[in-house]
């Protein structure tokens, strides 16, 4: 496998999703559902975010929405011949979610397809889940997911500690407490389902994320 981190562009598309993440989670109507999954505590800060605190915690270098990476279940189901496997879902009409769900999911394929590595480290996701996204087209990717309301999730929603951190010292108006904090949680990210081993991938991702997340960060500052 390819070993070398995500590009600049990469993360620029990681804080654009999760922009329009924190926007939806966030909304009245919108996000309601979303904050469903997260601990009531979560629930009222998310809610009371600011704009300047939602682009600051866009910047961490991983999706804060998850694609149900860990739920095999659901992705074989989702993947199956049977035409009928998503007949008592409830569809989503609306077309806001419809945009990051189909945005996220397109940018999640041409990554595993080009660099699935990268797509572990900015996702948490097992090498099997890259290879099975990345195993089908785009087009039948998006046949398969477009109208399903139960796809898009806040990342390790049930985690208070991980959100915590994040819309505490994840949010702080200096950049180093911010960016300690993001790493921190993106270690969590990495190692946070004992069924998989993390260990090669978090070794290095210690070497290849920072730098390309510093120079991202520069050319974000020009």
Known sequence: MDFSGPEPADFANVESLNHAFLLQ????????QLRQELPQSVQIMVRGLTDLQIERLSAT????????????GYWRDLCSD????????????????????AAALAFMWQLALRNPYAARLVSGASLS???QL?????????QLTTGRRDLLQPRLAGNTEFWNK?????????????????????????TGDPA??????????????APSRQVADR????
Do not use: K, M
């Open 61 to 72: 270098p991983f999706l804060l929405l998850s694609l149900r990476e860990s739920d095999a």
């Open 82 to 101: 049977d035409r009928n496997a998503g007949l008592f879902v409830a569809v989503d009409q609306d077309t806001e979610s419809g945009h990051l769900s």
């Open 129 to 131: 889940w890259c290879e």
């Open 25 to 32: 989670l966030r909304g009245v109507s919108l996000g309601q």
């Open 196 to 209: 998989i081993q993390y260990q090669p991938l978090r070794a290095a991702a210690c070497r290849s994320l």
């Open 219 to 222: 050319n974000r500052r020009r």
């Open 166 to 190: 994040l819309l505490g010292p994840g949010l702080s108006s200096e950049q180093e407490v911010r960016r300690a904090a993001h790493l921190a949680a993106l270690q969590v990210v990495l």
């Open 134 to 142: 990345a195993d089908g087209t785009l087009l039948r990717l998006l």
